[in-house]
């Protein structure tokens, strides 16, 4: 097993610790397999936070040929009714099974926070070990983005009494989509 083979298998065993859902996809099927995701959850509605890599592996496409009304402009506009949200995270970490959006681009965290059912889009390559691995890669980027944030698993919280409340500040259903860079 490679290095890379055994940060994926690490990061998809701590997503799914904590009831997020991850997928594996070369980069030609990744249109399909997000599309294969949304009919799955009969999601009929999404936003998507659009950047060069989402359109070389086609996601929009895929979602518009599976019957899904995708909305790429006026992010603000659309994120409150689309029932989901697909944006692309800069970095994953294996023993956290989480992903980090990293930068200033505000659609992507309005995607991630609102929809119901977020799909996160990461290239395997971006898998770091840990949080200390992580953070040295934050700390050697040439400049400090506005915006850093981890999203671990679907939006839970908890009160004074310990309910535990899930989709309260983020999604209900969260699923990463790992693109296998070879």
Not at 6 to 19: G, Q, S
């Amino acid at each position: 097993m490679s290095t890379t083979d055994a940060l994926y298998e690490r990061f998809k065993a701590n997503l799914e610790a904590v009831n997020g859902e991850c997928s594996l996809a070369a980069k030609a099927d990744a249109g399909k397999v997000v599309a294969d995701l949304f009919q799955a959850k009969g999601i009929k509605t999404a936003c998507v936070a659009e950047t060069d890599f989402l359109r070389e592996i086609g996601i929009v496409p895929a979602l518009r040929e599976a019957g899904v009304e995708v909305f790429t402009d006026h992010i603000r506009l659309h994120a409150e009714t689309a029932q989901g949200g697909i944006s692309e995270a800069q970095y994953g970490v294996a023993d956290l099974g989480s992903i980090l959006q990293v930068g200033d681009e505000i659609d992507a965290r309005i995607v991630a926070t609102m929809s119901a059912d977020y799909v996160g889009i990461l290239k395997e390559s971006t898998i770091v070990d840990d949080y200390d691995a992580m953070f040295d890669v934050i700390c050697a980027l040439p400049e400090m983005p506005n915006f850093v944030g981890f999203v671990t698993g679907p939006s839970r919280t908890a009160d004074i009494e310990c309910v535990s409340t899930v989709g309260v500040h983020g999604p209900l259903r969260l699923s990463i989509v790992i693109i296998q860079d070879a």
